[in-house]
C-alpha cells in the first residue's frame, strides 16, 4: 500500500502531468480522465517501473493514453492557447487585435505541421526542454531529435511563410 508521502508525491507528479496536458491544449475534463488513467496505471503497475524519472514516465503514459484517444477520436487540437495570447500583448486594444492574428498564424501554422514535428516544436520551444529529455519522452536517439526538430523548424518556418502571405 501507499504511504502517506508517497501519495503526495504521486498526486503532485500528477498536478504536473494536467498542466502539461493543458498547456498542449486538451480540454479540461480531458485531461482529468488522462490523469485518472494515468494514476491509475501507475498504480497498477508500480512493483515492476524500473525508470527513475516518475515524472517522465506518467507523462509518457499520459501522452500514449491521449493519442490513443486522438486516434479514436481523429481531432484534437495541441498547442498554442489563450496563454500566449498574454505574452504576446501589452493591453493595448491594437496589440490585442495583432495578437490575436499572430496567435491564429501560429496555430493555423502548427496545425498544418507533421504531428511529430509539432510535438518537438512544442517541447523544446514552449516547454523548455533540452534534447535529452525530449529524446526520453518520445522514446527516440538524441541524434534523430536534433534531425527532426532541424526539418520540423524549417516546415514552420516554410508554413508560416505561406500563412503570413
Known sequence: MFEEE???TLNSELNVVYKYLRKHGISHVDAQD???????KFLSYSDSIKSQNIRGWLIRVALNYHHDQYRKKKRIKLG????HLKLLSNDLPEDLLLGNEKKEEIQTTLDRLNPLYKELILLKYYWDLKYKDISILLDMKIDNVKTNLYRARNQFIKFYKEVKE
Do not use: G
Open 6 to 8: 508517497q501519495a503526495k
Open 34 to 40: 488522462i490523469v485518472q488513467e494515468t494514476a491509475f
Open 80 to 83: 498554442f492557447n489563450d496563454e
